[in-house]
């Protein structure tokens, strides 16, 4: 643990509650250096709750000779599901052949290079598909007779985000959400920050010897309004959006489809009853919070999507869309698309005594931990080495039992509280993994769990949210530390918001 005394500058303060400063936090407070975050708003409520949630080597950036970026994160895949086997599981993605696009060589290649780039052990190779007799074929329009099946991960991204803020302040991380970076300055060789509570309004002033700035699509506008800077433009802003259908297959595959206009989509199983498609790629400029799917963008996912699928997708069947932006590196690409992926990290020292400034651009959900051990680098540079390397084996929390033991953690579940319902024991296993045990201590019966907001959220998984997880709106707990809010009715999310505004001021 690494308690900060009173008014006692931190080593490092992180701007931002993403996957990237939540990452950059708990890697730097299990070295030892003292570490406070502040996120303005939930945590991943910005882009890192609007991906396609994947983890994933990025088959398409083979394309733009990324091979590092690929490499790197095609490495991560199996390291992730490792410390994170409840949030993170294998999915196999079905590639069609498509008379007229790629080649089947061009397609071979690829899926050859992302087999063997990565150091891939336990994720099953590629294998080619005879799509009229595998019943991946079935829900596809007639004429598509060969795929290539691969292997990814899928993750519950805005989990991912929440436990590595768990785990940072476990280990001794202050973690600050609706808490907004307003102010921050060079004072002698401290940084003196002020943290608006954007709830109460209040300001408080703390000081650090280091400032990262993890403000993801916000980045430049922290440096340009925050620190009052004019000269930084590096990001480019990037939308992407999704649509959410009713289920349109029934198997437990994902399919990444080529469009005619050279761009991929996904269609992958969403949360039980749905199939989330995406995405899309196009500029944007405006403040991120306000993003969301344009029409046409739907429009295009549909007819993407209905190119391949036999059963017609219209405008009614979308019972969801969302949109987030991406922060990338602006390398000058022409097209949005072709912007990099890949991060990069700027370290600005101050003149003399002055202290630093990290900020990072761009990154993907799958390389947190590997951008996090860059931002360690550089933070060495600035202000002295503490612990080394640590983040590839220790799990996060409720990671705690191999990759391939989901089931056996079901099961053991089962045992152990025999009158829950299985499919509940198995939901709360995905989102918690062994802390779900922590969650059902005192429970016996389905009434113990207190008032059901629907679908099978109860009182006491609300109260877990908040106590361990800094829920603090039926948002976060329907949008972000679950998905339910697929599921949860209006009434429900009422009943919710009531529940949590009570609870808050109880303990305030
Ligand atoms: P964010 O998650 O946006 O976090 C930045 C945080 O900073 C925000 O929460 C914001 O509220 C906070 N903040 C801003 N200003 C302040 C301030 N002044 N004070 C305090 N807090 C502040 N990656 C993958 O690996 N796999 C995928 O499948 C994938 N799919 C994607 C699909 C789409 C459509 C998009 C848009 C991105 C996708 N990505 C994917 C990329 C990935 O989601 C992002 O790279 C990643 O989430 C960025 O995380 P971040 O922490 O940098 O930014």
Known sequence: MTA???NAPFDILIIGGGINGCGIARDAVGRGYSVCLAEMNDLASGTSSWSTKLIHGGLRYLEYYEFRLVREALGERELLWSIAPHIIHPLRFVLPHQKGLRPRWMLRLGLFLYDH??????????????????????????????A????????????LVALNARDAADRGAEINTRTKVVAAERTG???RVRLQDTVSGDIREVSARLLVNAAGP????????????????????????????????????????????????????????????????????GDPADVSASEEEIAYLISAAGEYFKQPITRDDVVWTYSGVRPLFDDGASKAQEATRD???????????????????????????????????????AIGAKG???????????????ATGFEDLVTGLA????????????????????????????VKTPQDLGLDFGAGLSECEVAYMMDHEWARTAEDVLWRRSKLGLAVDEAGAAQLGRFIAERLEKVA
């Open 388 to 402: 080394k390397s640590w983040t590839a084996t220790p799990p996060l929390p409720g990671g705690d039992f191999a």
């Open 218 to 285: 916000w980045v430049d506008r922290v440096l340009h309004g925050a620190m009052q800077r004019s000269d930084a433009n590096h990001v480019r802003l990037v939308q992407g959006s999704h649509i959410v259908v009713r289920k349109l297959f029934d198997h437990d595959r994902a399919y990444i489809f080529q469009n005619g206009d050279g761009r991929i989509v996904f269609a992958i199983p969403y949360e039980g009853e749905h199939t989330l498609i995406g995405t899309t790629d196009r500029d944007f400029t």
């Open 343 to 381: 991060y990069v990290l700027k370290l600005e020292r101050g003149t003399g005594a002055e202290p630093a400034l990290v900020n990072i651009f761009g990154g993907k959900i799958t390389t947190y931990r590997r951008l996090a051990l860059s931002v360690m680098d550089l933070v060495e540079k």
């Open 4 to 6: 900060q005394k009173e």
């Open 415 to 442: 045992a152990d509280w025999p009158d829950l319902d299985r499919a509940l024991l198995r939901r709360l296993a995905r989102a918690y993994g062994t802390k779900t045990r922590v969650l059902l201590a005192g």
């Open 117 to 146: 780039l990565g150091g891939r052990k336990l994720l099953p190779a590629t294998k080619t598909l005879d799509l009229r007799d595998d019943v991946a074929g079935k829900p596809l329009k007639p004429g598509f007779s060969t």
């Open 148 to 159: 290539f099946e691969y292997s990814d991960c899928w993750v519950n991204d805005a989990r």
């Open 189 to 191: 060789d401290l940084w």
